[in-house]
């Protein structure tokens, strides 16, 4: 893992976020707070909100009410700091079919700021190395999924936002990953994913958004 | 304040530099504007009456509205690719502002559509038979007016990217945007070829594109935001 500046410790408070889609409350009064070091993982049944709960970590969408804290600031009024730090990868993989896998992990290493002197490594690390000059048309999912997660060997921010990032992938890589996600944050990194897996990771915590359903009937008093 | 400026140079540099690599690999796409324009000027002087004197004279008006169309017929795809596979939100998130990301894709169109056809209407002027000293005028104003229209037909990409069939949405919004562009241009090769000065429209079309270059960017980037909610 990269030496980080020696900056204070990454810290990601959730303060009291309730979260709508089409005027539907999925999630309401969500309190959470991570430290450095915090591997979280978002459980739910589908659609319980956990993309959104997401995207709202992100700054991708204001929630409804609440707000969400990177270093006791507001995400939106420190959005530059607060990318800086982030590193999102989404349930889609962000691959273009026609450029090659090295082409496609470079752009995105270069477009967040990564280091891009260790793109061999990292495709090395996916398993993706012998693929470097194939163009992705012709990859599987679970291939074009791994040239995405390239980022988190390459990326520098301390923070995590995986969703979904075990789709199609097989058991070894995702022991890997498990085992990158351990390392990230034994390091004082945090990381938020989702997952409908059992991951076998140390200290993971568990965030259940069905105990954050809105209580029947009020998501009318809104209304 | 180096550090940031080096940052966003980067971002937007690899931005730019795979929007240009992936058009390169779709040559064939590149290449339907360019035809789509071939065709339609080839086809007017077997559709109206093909003496030189008529020609001449809608030549001017009929090269900017063929070139006008022809910059929208792959409009809508600008930001869809980016769209489906996520890449849009992580231009969301990347550290450098949406703006510039949004300025190095609708730079890298231009290059691609606008810049080909302002360079190709010469040579279908001919077969219009414009007269002379309609030429250098044309290219310029094509040149400045399609810089123009993309930046506009970005805005009407951005705000129709989430709409599964947006292309008549994007056209009926962009249209009324474009005609100020199109009476300029056209006049600006028609005032040339009656002999007289025609700096004043260029010199207006290149108001428009200063105007644009600022407005056009965060306007652009602000319909992503909105768009990318839904």
Not at chain 1, 89 to 105: R, W, Y
Request: proline share 5%; hydrophobic share 50%; charged share 15%.
């Amino acid at each position: 893992m990269p030496a980080r500046q020696p900056t204070e410790p990454p810290r990601l408070t959730l303060d009291n976020v309730t979260c709508e889609r089409d005027d539907r409350v999925l999630f309401c009064n969500l309190q959470y707070n991570c430290q450095a070091g915090t591997l979280l993982q978002v459980v739910g049944f589908n659609g319980a909100g956990k993309t959104t709960l997401l995207h709202a970590l992100t700054g991708l969408i204001a929630p409804a009410e609440g707000q969400i804290l990177w270093q006791q600031t507001p995400i939106a009024n420190s959005a530059r700091a607060f990318r800086q730090a982030l590193l999102y990868l989404g349930h889609q993989a962000p691959v273009k079919a026609h450029l090659t896998v090295a082409e496609n992990a470079l752009w995105l290493a270069r477009l967040q700021g990564a280091s891009v002197e260790r793109l061999d490594w990292a495709l090395e690390q996916v398993d993706m190395l012998a693929y470097r000059d194939i163009t992705c048309h012709s990859l599987s999912a679970g291939q074009r999924r791994r040239v995405a997660l390239a980022q988190l060997y390459m990326s520098q921010a301390p923070l995590w936002v995986l969703d979904e990032p075990f789709t199609a992938i097989d058991k070894e890589g995702v022991a890997k990953l498990e085992a990158l996600l351990e390392r990230h944050c034994a390091h004082g990194g945090i990381a938020v994913l989702t997952s409908h897996q059992a991951l076998r990771v140390a200290g993971m915590q568990t965030l259940n958004l069905a105990d954050f359903q809105p209580q029947a009937g009020a998501s009318y008093a809104y209304g | 304040m180096d550090d940031q400026r080096g940052d966003n140079w980067s971002g937007v540099s690899a931005v730019f530099s795979r929007d240009l690599r992936l058009m390169w690999r779709h040559r064939s796409d590149l290449a339907n504007p360019l035809i789509f324009f071939l065709i339609a000027i080839t086809l007017l002087p077997l559709g109206v009456d093909p003496s030189r004197q008529l020609l001449g004279s809608i030549a001017p008006g009929m090269l900017w509205i063929m070139a006008l169309l022809a910059t929208l017929l792959s409009m809508d795809l600008l930001f869809r690719g980016d769209y489906d596979d996520g890449s849009l939100a992580q231009f969301q998130l990347a550290p450098q502002p949406l703006y510039l990301t949004v300025l190095a894709k609708v730079a890298v169109y231009w290059l691609t559509t606008g810049l080909p056809l302002a360079l190709m209407a010469p040579l279908l002027a001919v077969m219009l038979a414009l007269p002379e000293g309609g030429y250098i005028p044309l290219t310029l104003s094509l040149t400045l007016g399609t810089a123009v229209m993309s930046l506009i037909g970005a805005l009407g990409a951005a705000l129709t990217v989430c709409l599964r069939s947006g292309g008549l949405v994007l056209t009926l919004i962009v249209m009324p945007l474009y005609l100020p562009v199109l009476i300029i241009g056209a006049n600006c090769v028609s005032s040339a070829v009656a002999g007289f000065d025609y700096s004043r429209e260029l010199a207006l079309l290149g108001a428009g594109l200063a105007l644009a270059l600022i407005v056009m960017p965060p306007a652009i980037a602000g319909a992503l935001r909105i768009s990318s909610n839904q």
